[in-house]
């Protein structure tokens, strides 16, 4: 029996969904309504399955790192001088602009990407709606750091703080901030980037820095006048997790099925979204989005939402008792771990999306 070791990364388990909770405390006290239950549940188990895919992901990536690092990397960094640290954060964030601007201006990255944005609400839970799918190939763009030289474990650290910086930004209840606007990812600089007007597609890639999408022309103010609507103008119309990761590979191969030459066919994986076969590569007008049904029930029954809160905690406390384990696990075994995860909630989110479908639906 593998012996449960605690470590910093399984307190963020229990620290995020607590966030969670008191953001909806607060919203509630102030009158406020920013979370709905189906949503906010599908968003963390979106977030659990994630952990368990990542989790062998980023060994993957952190491995393939120290790899080229070890082979190609030109300079000696001291890790005890701040400077290599602020360096490394810096040039981390630079990267990751550029990956999350590939994520959504090429077909098969967003589909990966699309996931985080496939929430039509906007909240801490929406922080945690993360990709299963993009291990794969983001840990080729943070390349230039190992090249630098830059030691694995300050590319780990630097890329948990990216990563964690963002949690906040996700919330509806902070205004705007002054002078940090033009220097920092705030929430209301990220309102924008998941924002479906016209005025928000395309901005606002900055993961602790906005001064890259001021320098590259991709930077926009949320607008008072015009209130944002949040999420895909396709819905998913899912409460599925492993939905959410799959529909756009599904729809993407499907279009790629049907073109008829080779050359549009791979437009399909590397155009952007908005790109089709008759030339047309703007992003569609919000105003011309077909309007798509409410497919599921307004107030759901009680027995819906209490199965999907067990959901819930159930998988939050096995991913808790994973990740304390796993270091002893052999890696097939932890690939066995993270696979059995996704049949479970490919399962369950399948069953309780047909529970929350309108009678006339099924
Ligand atoms: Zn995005
Ligand atoms: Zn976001």
Redesign the pocket.
């Known amino acids: 029996m593998p012996e449960f070791v605690l470590s910093p990364n399984i307190l963020v388990v229990p620290i995020l969904i607590s966030l969670v909770i008191v953001e909806l405390v607060i919203s509630k006290a102030m009158g406020r309504s920013v979370y709905n239950f189906q949503d906010s549940i599908t968003s963390i188990n979106i977030g659990i399955m994630s952990q368990f895919v990542n989790a062998t992901g980023a060994v993957i990536s952190a491995f393939m790192y120290a790899v080229i690092e070890m082979k190609y990397g030109t300079f000696e960094w001291d890790m005890t001088n701040p400077f290599t640290w602020i360096f490394a954060l810096l040039l981390y964030d630079f990267l990751y602009y550029w990956v ?1 601007r590939t ?2 201006e090429v077909n098969m990255f967003w589909a990966s ?1 699309i996931t ?2 496939s929430s039509d609400e906007f909240n801490l839970s929406t922080a945690l709606r993360q990709a299963s799918t993009g291990f794969y190939f983001k840990w080729i763009f943070y390349m230039p750091l190992a090249v630098l030289g830059i030691p694995v474990q300050v590319f780990v650290v630097v890329g948990l703080i990216d990563l964690l910086y963002q949690v906040w930004v996700h919330t509806r209840l902070v205004g705007r901030l002054g002078w940090i606007e033009y220097v920092l990812v705030t929430p209301s600089n990220h309102r924008v ?1 998941h924002g479906k007007n016209d005025y928000c597609i395309d901005k606002n ?1 900055g993961g602790v820095f906005c001064v890259w999408d001021r320098m590259f022309g991709t930077y926009a103010d949320e607008r008072a006048e015009e209130p944002i609507v949040y999420g895909l103008k396709k819905k998913l119309n899912s409460w599925n997790p492993v939905w959410s990761n799959l529909h756009y590979w599904v729809s993407m191969f499907k279009k790629a099925g049907q073109q008829d030459n080779w050359g549009d066919k791979l437009m399909c994986f590397f155009a952007p979204p908005a790109w089709s076969p008759d030339g047309n590569s703007a992003p569609k007008p919000l105003a011309e989005m077909p309007v798509t049904d409410e497919i599921f029930v307004e107030k759901t029954p009680l027995s819906i939402k209490l199965s999907g809160l067990m959901m819930t905690i159930v998988s939050a406390v096995v991913l808790v008792l994973y990740l304390g384990t796993k270091q002893q696990l052999p890696g097939m075994v932890q690939v066995a771990c993270a696979a059995a995860a996704v049949c479970t909630f490919a399962l369950v989110g399948y069953f309780w999306t047909q529970g929350n479908r309108k009678e006339l639906e099924r």
């Open positions: 999350h994520g959504h990407h985080h944005h980037h890639y």
